[in-house]
C-alpha cells in the first residue's frame, strides 16, 4: 500500500499525461495490488453480507464537462453492490493521501426502506470492526481518518 501512496502524492504534484506515461509501469504494479486488496476485502465482507460485484474505479477522469482539466484521479477506489431486489446499497473504499476513507450506504425513497437498511448498516459495521483489516491497529488501515 506504501507504494500507491507515493505514487499518488506523485501523481498529484504532476498530474499530466507526459509524467503519468513515463510511470505507467510502476502504475500498472500498483493496479495489481490494489486488486489484491479490494478483492481480499470484498472475499472478507462476503462472510457477513450477501454481496454480488466489486467495481474497482478506474484512475482516468472524464474532463468534458469539468473545469479542471487533470486528467487523472489522485485516489484508488472500489464499490461494493449488494444483492438485490432484497438488499439495497453498498460500500465505498477509497485511498487518497490524506483523504482515505471507508463510507456505506443507500439512495431509497421509502422511509420504512431506510429505517430497515440503517439497522443492518450498523450490525454490519459492527461486524466489520470484528474483521483483521478493520481493527485499528491494522497497518493497512492507518491512512483512513474514520474508525469505524
Same mark, same amino acid.
Given at each position: 500500500?506504501?507504494?500507491?501512496?507515493?505514487?499518488?502524492?506523485?501523481?498529484?504534484?504532476?498530474?499530466?499525461?507526459?509524467?503519468?506515461?513515463?510511470?505507467?509501469?510502476?502504475?500498472?504494479?500498483?493496479?495489481?495490488?490494489? *486488486?489484491?486488496?479490494?478483492?481480499?476485502? /470484498?472475499?472478507?465482507?462476503? %462472510?457477513?453480507? +450477501?454481496?454480488?460485484?466489486?467495481?474497482? !474505479?478506474?484512475?482516468?477522469?472524464?474532463?468534458?464537462?469539468?473545469?479542471?482539466?487533470?486528467?487523472?484521479?489522485?485516489?484508488?477506489?472500489?464499490?461494493?453492490?449488494?444483492? *438485490?431486489?432484497?438488499?439495497?446499497?453498498? /460500500?465505498?473504499?477509497?485511498? %487518497?493521501?490524506? +483523504?482515505?476513507?471507508?463510507?456505506?450506504? !443507500?439512495?431509497?425513497?421509502?422511509?420504512?426502506?431506510?429505517?430497515?437498511?440503517?439497522?443492518?448498516?450498523?450490525?454490519?459495521?459492527?461486524?466489520?470492526?470484528?474483521?483483521?483489516?478493520?481493527?485499528?491497529?491494522?497497518?493497512?488501515?492507518?491512512?483512513?481518518?474514520?474508525?469505524?
Amino acid at each position: 500500500m506504501k507504494k500507491a501512496f507515493e505514487f499518488l502524492t506523485h501523481l498529484r504534484e504532476n498530474n499530466n499525461r507526459e509524467w503519468f506515461s513515463s510511470h505507467k509501469s510502476e502504475y500498472d504494479s500498483i493496479v495489481k495490488e490494489n *486488486k489484491v486488496f479490494f478483492n481480499q476485502i /470484498y472475499s472478507e465482507l462476503q %462472510e457477513y453480507d +450477501n454481496l454480488k460485484g466489486i467495481h474497482i !474505479f478506474r484512475i482516468y477522469r472524464d474532463v468534458r464537462f469539468s473545469k479542471d482539466q487533470t486528467p487523472y484521479k489522485t485516489n484508488f477506489g472500489a464499490g461494493y453492490s449488494r444483492s *438485490k431486489p432484497m438488499l439495497r446499497g453498498g /460500500y465505498y473504499i477509497q485511498l %487518497e493521501p490524506g +483523504n482515505s476513507f471507508v463510507g456505506g450506504g !443507500f439512495w431509497g425513497r421509502m422511509q420504512r426502506i431506510y429505517f430497515v437498511s440503517v439497522k443492518n448498516s450498523k450490525s454490519v459495521l459492527q461486524k466489520l470492526k470484528k474483521l483483521p483489516l478493520m481493527k485499528p491497529s491494522s497497518d493497512i488501515l492507518k491512512p483512513f481518518k474514520v474508525i469505524l
